[in-house]
């Protein structure tokens, strides 16, 4: 679906913007929920915004532009200034996944209303670039979503242990990038990214771009 997206340029052009908006409504989703829990250090780095330009980590962004998985520029946050700071860093954690799989739902939304009342030059424009929205939002969610570091996931598993368990699962976060490349590389003609997240990704994709 991508490739064909990026047949030419300003098919290309649109698909970053896309991206840009994706990843920065994922790391402002990590700053806002950090300064609502009541530490304002993303705040104070700036990270409390939509521009990009805030967010954007260019390692990050050209893996996910090339391969399909990425990262923004993490948003900074100080334990110490939360109440509970371990159910507190997962709620900071859940907050950007949880933020790209509701513009995902809001995208299938407003297409379904462009559909549902005719509105015929919104539907075609829709159907060019919602499906992309969708997938990107559904694609950073997901993936951001696994339980091995530095992604979300590992936090938001931390936070639901209890306090001995989520000591013993800390000990694996230096690891965690050994994990993440045996997930993501191939290991023989498919990688453990392919065989267990690409079907979920399409399950998703296909429900709500329809």
């Known amino acids: 679906m991508l490739n064909s997206f990026l047949t030419n340029p300003i098919s290309a052009i649109v698909f970053i913007i896309l991206l840009l908006i994706t990843i920065a409504v994922h790391e402002f989703s990590h700053a806002k929920m950090a300064d609502y829990l009541g530490d304002p250090t993303a705040r104070?780095?700036?990270?409390?915004?939509?521009?990009?330009?805030?967010?954007?980590?260019?390692?990050?962004?050209?893996?996910?532009?090339?391969?399909?998985?990425?990262?923004?520029?993490?948003?900074?946050?100080?334990?110490f200034n939360l109440k509970n700071p371990r159910r507190d860093a997962a709620l900071i954690s859940l907050a950007g996944p949880l933020s790209n799989l509701i513009m995902a739902i809001l995208g299938s939304i407003l297409l379904k209303l462009f559909i549902l009342f005719?509105?015929?030059?919104?539907?075609?424009?829709?159907?060019?670039?919602?499906?992309?929205?969708?997938?990107?939002?559904?694609?950073?969610?997901?993936?951001n979503l696994l339980p091995i570091a530095p992604l979300d996931g590992f936090k938001i598993v931390g936070g639901m242990l209890s306090q001995k368990q989520a000591e013993e699962w800390l000990q694996l976060e230096r690891y965690g990038m050994i994990f993440l490349l045996l997930f993501i590389f191939p290991l023989g003609q498919?990688?453990?990214?392919?065989i267990f997240l690409s079907p979920v990704i399409n399950f998703f994709y296909n429900l709500l771009a329809f």
């Open 44 to 79: 104070l780095a700036g990270r409390l915004t939509l521009n990009p330009l805030a967010h954007i980590d260019l390692v990050g962004l050209l893996f996910l532009f090339f391969f399909g998985f990425g990262w923004g520029k993490p948003v900074p946050f100080d334990p």
């Open 118 to 143: 005719k509105l015929s030059f919104l539907i075609i424009i829709g159907n060019i670039f919602i499906p992309v929205f969708i997938f990107l939002n559904i694609l950073l969610g997901i993936f």
């Open 190 to 194: 498919k990688s453990m990214l392919q």
